[in-house]
């Protein structure tokens, strides 16, 4: 397992505020012993070398998953898991929730089984 730390910061359109994000990263390499897979995880964490400040606005990931697995030379089996908080305002994740619904705790159980199936 290969641990990177993450600064990262990201420059919003004018009506928002700039977002920045600290995180840690997890990597697998020839996950479940398979030589053609790898797993990234990474959740949002505190840094001292990152403090939190009134600005840029610090968003949150819950979780970020990642999953490759080479099929063959030309195919790359690709998952992916995305949960976090960008600290829009409430109105902007009621607007999103009304396109996807709610399915979040379902869609994470569903990539968690999936990683484990992999043999």
């Not at 968003?59 to 490759?68: Q, R, V």
Request: net charge positive; aromatic share 14%; charged share 30%.
């Amino acid at each position: 397992c290969e641990i990177d730390h993450i600064y990262t910061y990201i420059k919003m359109p004018l009506i928002f505020s700039d977002r920045d994000f600290v995180q840690k990263r997890k990597l697998w390499r020839n996950y479940t012993t398979n030589p053609r897979s790898m797993l990234i995880h990474s959740k949002s964490y505190d840094h001292d070398s990152y403090p939190e400040k009134e600005k840029p606005v610090r968003a949150t990931i819950h979780i970020m998953g990642f999953y490759f697995q080479e099929i063959d030379a030309q195919n790359t089996m690709y998952s992916t898991i995305s949960r976090g908080d960008f600290g829009f305002p409430p109105m902007f994740y009621n607007k999103m929730k009304e396109k996807v619904g709610d399915r979040e705790s379902e869609q994470i159980a569903d990539f968690i089984k999936a990683c484990k199936a992999v043999k």
